[in-house]
């Protein structure tokens, strides 16, 4: 399988104004992160897929919120990776 083909959907529940980017864990199947932008334009949302992208090792295009723009609880499409290898990127930084 192609690398680009690859694709999974992320439940992402987002703190935004937070201390500090920085993911907080799991509640059940919603990852949540911190952001330090702001709900206002957008920053928000932009600052949460930039933060994935680079946590997750793939570019910023590759991150695209699918549902929930206007919601703390977004669904997060993102290409390149499996479940398997965000579970094994996302475990080391828990």
Known sequence: MNKSNRWITLKVWVHPNSSKNEIKGFRGDILRIGVTSPPIEGRANKACMDFLAKELGVGKSQVEIIR?????????????????????ILTTRL
């Open 68 to 88: 929930g723009r206007k919601s703390r609880t977004k669904t997060v499409k993102i290409t390149g990776v499996t479940l398997d290898e965000i579970k094994q």
